[in-house]
C-alpha cells in the first residue's frame, strides 16, 4: 500500500519562508518523478514544480521560478519543497504527488492526470 505524507505547511506573513517535505512508502520512491500541486479554494489543482528520478533536473511553474525549490531524498524517500519570498497568492493546500512516469518528469507534468498517488496536502497560509 502506498503512502503519502505531506508536513511542514504553516501559516506566515508574505516575504517569509517554509520548507514542505513529503515522505513516501510502498513503492520505490528512487524511481519516479516526484511533484508538487497546489488548490486554491475556488480553483483547479495546479502544478507548482516537477523533479526527475534522480533529482538533477526540476520543473517549475512560472509563478514560483526563482522562489521555489524542489529537492529530494532518495536515500531517505523524502521530496521536499522549499519556499521562499512567500506571497498571499501562493495560499493554498499543497500536495506531494508521485508521477507515473519513471525518471524525468513528462511534458505535462503539471496536469494532475499524470499523477499516481497524491497525499492528504499540508495548507500554507500567507498574509499580507
Known amino acids: 500500500q502506498v503512502q503519502v505524507v505531506e508536513s511542514g505547511g504553516g501559516l506566515v506573513q508574505a516575504g517569509e519562508s517554509l520548507r514542505l517535505s513529503c515522505t513516501v512508502s510502498g513503492l520505490t520512491f528512487p524511481n519516479y518523478a516526484m511533484g508538487w500541486f497546489r488548490q486554491a479554494p475556488g480553483k483547479e489543482r495546479e502544478g507548482v514544480s516537477c523533479?526527475?528520478?534522480?533529482?538533477?533536473?526540476?520543473n517549475y511553474a512560472d509563478s514560483v521560478k526563482g522562489r521555489f525549490t524542489i529537492s529530494r531524498d532518495n536515500a531517505k524517500n523524502t521530496l521536499y519543497l522549499q519556499m521562499n519570498n512567500l506571497k498571499p497568492e501562493d495560499t493554498a493546500m499543497y500536495y506531494c504527488a508521485t508521477h507515473r512516469r519513471l525518471g524525468l518528469c513528462s511534458t505535462s507534468w503539471s496536469e494532475s492526470g499524470g499523477v499516481n498517488y497524491w497525499g492528504q496536502g499540508t495548507q500554507v497560509t500567507v498574509s499580507s
Open positions: 523533479i526527475s528520478a534522480g533529482g538533477s533536473i526540476p
